[in-house]
């Protein structure tokens, strides 16, 4: 049923953002297994977040040799290898999917891919501390509040069952 009205909805493009955190391989997976039925594509995402650069660059100005071009320099390298890798695990061929790594405010920079490659839907993870706010101050939230498309969210079961006794807590109150 889900993918006959994907398919009605002709989702041909999936943008898939990912952190690097311990959730990105099952974001990755969810993602992938959408799109291989559809024919979709996927263009897998990640911004460092400007916050960061800015850290760097205000290290630097004490005098200790940083530099915010060798910082992104080093985070991409790294990325990319740590992506290369959960894609083998994954058997997910390259001609699947594209990367791409950028550098700024994470949600609008994930905005503006949105618009810039016409992408039908963004599959992306979220996680919850607070079930007050599942959401707030979080790329997922901002994004859930702000993209013109749709937005599938995936929980890794770690996630979910944090969220089931949160959940279950705050009931019995």
Same mark, same amino acid.
């Given at each position: 049923m889900v993918f006959y009205l994907l398919e009605k909805l002709m989702i041909k493009k999936i943008?898939?953002?990912? =952190?690097? !955190?311990?959730? %990105? *391989?099952?974001?990755?997976? $969810?993602?992938?297994?959408?799109?291989?039925?559809?024919? =979709?594509?996927?263009?897998? =995402?990640?911004?460092?977040?400007?916050?960061?650069?800015?850290?760097?660059? &205000?290290?630097? !100005?004490f005098g200790y040799k940083v530099d915010s071009d060798q910082y992104i320099a080093t985070i991409q390298k790294e990325r990319v290898a740590e992506l290369e890798l959960i894609l083998a695990e994954l058997k997910i061929a390259e001609e699947r999917y594209n990367f791409v790594f950028q550098a700024g405010d994470p949600t609008m920079e994930l905005l503006r891919l949105v618009i810039k490659h016409n992408f039908d839907l963004v599959v992306m993870?979220? &996680?919850? *501390?607070?079930? #007050?706010?599942? $959401?707030?101050? %979080?790329?997922?939230? #901002?994004? $859930? &509040?702000?993209?013109?498309? !749709?937005i599938i969210f995936h929980r890794d079961g770690d996630v979910a069952k944090d969220l089931d006794k949160r959940v279950r807590k705050e009931l019995k109150h």
């Open positions: 943008l898939v953002p990912i =952190a690097f !955190s311990k959730y %990105s *391989k099952g974001i990755i997976k $969810f993602a992938n297994d959408l799109a291989v039925p559809l024919g =979709a594509e996927l263009l897998i =995402a990640n911004v460092v977040n400007e916050r960061d650069i800015e850290a760097v660059e &205000r290290i630097a !100005s993870g979220t &996680r919850a *501390k607070d079930i #007050k706010h599942i $959401f707030t101050g %979080s790329v997922a939230e #901002k994004m $859930f &509040r702000k993209c013109p498309i !749709s």
